[in-house]
């Protein structure tokens, strides 16, 4: 999120639709490969086998409907942040772009 923001912010680049879609893919990417590394060396890197005790995902279901339900969870809020950037970024209804002048001489 930090590196988003930071997109966002110190260097004014807004995300896009396309990024968001290039975010999801890789993030789904990191977690089977995660995944499969977890089952290979008995491993729980990024709480995708289990859940720690006494956390958020405490809220969320069982194995493995929690990290369906962060997956969509972290979804929606990319793509609540895309749309807002996006939409921000969006000149009014009443404004007209500037029309560029002819050098007719």
């Given at each position: ?60 279901g ?31 209804r ?7 002048r002819?050098?007719?001489?």
């Amino acid at each position: 999120m930090w590196s988003a923001a930071y997109l966002v912010i110190g260097l004014r680049k807004p995300p896009r639709w396309r990024d968001y879609g290039a975010a999801l893919a890789a993030t789904l990417a990191w977690a089977v490969t995660a995944y499969a590394f977890n089952v290979v060396a008995d491993t729980n890197y990024g709480y995708l086998v289990r859940k720690p005790s006494g956390s958020v995902l405490d809220y969320f279901g069982p194995w493995p409907w929690y990290v369906l339900q962060e997956v969509l969870v972290v979804a929606a809020g990319w793509a609540l942040l895309t749309w807002a950037t996006q939409r921000a970024m969006r000149p009014s209804r009443g404004s007209r772009r500037p029309r560029a002048r002819s050098r007719l001489t």
